[in-house]
């Protein structure tokens, strides 16, 4: 049973519930409706945690039950995008090339095991919604969250959704010339980056320059 007082957040796959213990919860969505679909995807997000290893910058699963849901460690500063928000006057240049380096070594765990991530609208490669998600759409997705980090703003931030989806087919991209990272950002909006791998050895290149 769902305390809701206790939901701290929610996605496609289910609720996020802060739980007695300090960990949190994530269950199937309690509508009818919805339900068999949600408990089919939470038993495919634990299958992937096992399939993973134990790594630095991915969660690690505490149990998991069909009735009772996925437990996980609570991250008590919330999602990247809104720390950032929080204390962006004083984030250092060196701060937010760790996170991006971060970011594309955990996807670079991510596909050596087989598992390509899926991100969202604003970040994703535009294609037809029965096409499915690869390592470049992976890769793409990866340029935009660089670009957020680096800049504060999602790209094209002012626009609607289905407008920037207009521009990403016509690879008609913001202006990162003067966005530190800038050309990684690019090659991965262009299909340039191939690999996580390569991303991070320029995230390194990067991160190894005067600030």
Known sequence: ??????????????????????????????????????????EREFQIYKRLPRHDRLLQVIKYSPEDGLFLPYMPRGNLREHIKKLSSSITVSQKLQWVYDAAEALHVLHSHGIIHCDGTRFCLPRSWDDASTVRTDLFALGSTIYEIMTGEQPYNDLPDDEVETRYSRLMFPDVQAVRCGQVINACWRGEIKTAKEAMELIQYEMEKPQ
């Open 1 to 42: 049973m769902i305390n809701r007082n206790n939901v701290v957040s929610g996605g496609s796959t289910g609720l996020i519930e802060l739980m007695p213990c300090g960990n949190v919860r994530k269950c199937a969505y309690p509508n009818v409706e919805t339900r068999k679909q949600s408990l089919r995807d939470l």
